[in-house]
């Protein structure tokens, strides 16, 4: 019998640490993605003539804690569950494929280009896994917390 646990645990082993893997490359990846981001959005203001100090010196930390991880490990779960695990590297791959283009890009341009998904998730999919993760809780509540949400309300009031 400890044969067979210790066979079955062995069997399970890659597929634990290929998440683990897939895990933090998507840690990394949100944490880049997050900041290009944010400098688009900072970008946007100042390039239509609003202050874009308010904006940077509220830039919420993009660090991935325990809450963050474990959003991240349910949505990476359910988009395994929905689609694949090859699907799901595949996106990590043109994700971090895609950050140094963010440098250049506008909003407008970025969300048009940013369709990383996996075959079989669709983006109201990928909205709700979000939500139902707390992904978007976290990000908001940052957001908030920062003042970034306030200074981007006020930017755009402005123009």
Sequence with gaps: MKQLIIAALVATCPVAALAETQLERLEAISEKMNDA????MVRMVEQQGGDPEPLRSA???GTWDSAYR???ACM???YVEASSQSAVDTMLDDMEDFIPKMAEMDLKNMSEETDFLPEGISEDFSISVNMECGLTDIMLDRMEKSGFMAAMMAAMGGN
């Design 70 to 72: 474990t959003a991240g």
């Design 59 to 61: 830039i919420p930390d």
């Design 37 to 40: 981001m944010f400098d688009a």
């Design 76 to 78: 990476l779960d359910r």
